[in-house]
């Protein structure tokens, strides 16, 4: 038995996001049928994270067990042929046994990217949120100092049956950069909540409207309460941009 690890990228815009559902198309449905034209048997795969309806990736990584001797050199091609152009499997790589795309993974990277022009851009579409306000960085960059480190991020979180438990998390970045008029928001943790990374860009987007201000954001955090950080941001920004194992 082999344990495979393939890295793969992806566009969500016309998928609900990355976990199987009953009722909708998500990437690991698509990339499961794809995969399963390679290996001719049913596969369980573990992906390294959730991600929502619109959300991209420019990184993913999966593992899944199989017997099949395919080279691993062959199989980003062979897996290729079968998935639509959205998807696209970068590398292969054979692990350890006991490596799990998920609970291997030490922390990742998430970008969110926004268009800050007072005209759209068609190409970007799906791809950035259009905001068309002036944004202050220095402002937002004082904001995001305060998130920085081990914090409990209830307040930056969407309670759901799906986040249970420990609240706490590591932030090693966060920082906001403009070229031209892409600005661009970097997060990187030892991983995240459902939401977290939309909820922060949410709040940072309140505080370039004066609606918070930076010295607020280490007392929306010891509120551990939804209600006081600012709105969850649209999904269409949001890429998962590296995994770190």
């Keep these: 038995m082999r344990n495979i690890k393939l890295t793969m990228m992806y566009d969500g815009s016309h998928y609900h996001g990355w976990q199987v559902q009953n009722n909708a198309i998500t990437v690991q449905e698509v990339f499961q049928k794809a995969l399963h034209k390679v290996l001719g048997t049913e596969t369980d795969i573990k992906g390294c994270s959730r991600t929502d309806s619109g959300v ?11 017997e099949h001797r395919i080279p691993v050199k062959r199989l980003p091609a062979a897996v290729n042929h079968y998935l639509p152009n959205s998807i696209a499997v970068l590398s292969a790589s054979e692990e350890d046994e006991d490596f799990h795309a998920r ?19 068609p190409f970007l579409d799906g791809y950035a949120l259009h905001y068309w306000y002036k944004l202050d960085i220095d402002l937002m960059n004082a904001a995001a100092s305060h998130l920085i480190g081990y914090h409990d991020f209830t307040s930056f ?15 090693k970045k966060l920082s906001v950069s403009k070229e031209n008029n892409m600005v661009t928001i970097t997060v990187e943790a030892d991983g995240f909540l459902y939401n977290m990374v939309r ?44 995994v770190f194992y």
């Design 103 to 121: 609970y291997s993974c030490k922390g990742k990277e998430y970008i969110y990217k926004i268009w800050n022009a007072d005209i759209r851009n």
């Design 56 to 66: 991209h990736a420019n990184m993913y990584c999966v593992s899944f067990y199989t």
């Design 157 to 171: 979180c969407t309670l759901d049956n799906r986040e249970k438990g420990d609240f706490h998390r590591t932030i």
């Design 199 to 242: 909820i922060i860009v949410g709040t940072l987007l309140y505080v370039a409207q004066g609606k918070i201000y930076p010295c607020d954001i280490p007392d929306i955090i010891k509120a551990e309460d939804r209600s006081y950080a600012g709105p969850t941001a649209p999904p269409e920004g949001l890429y998962l941009n590296k």
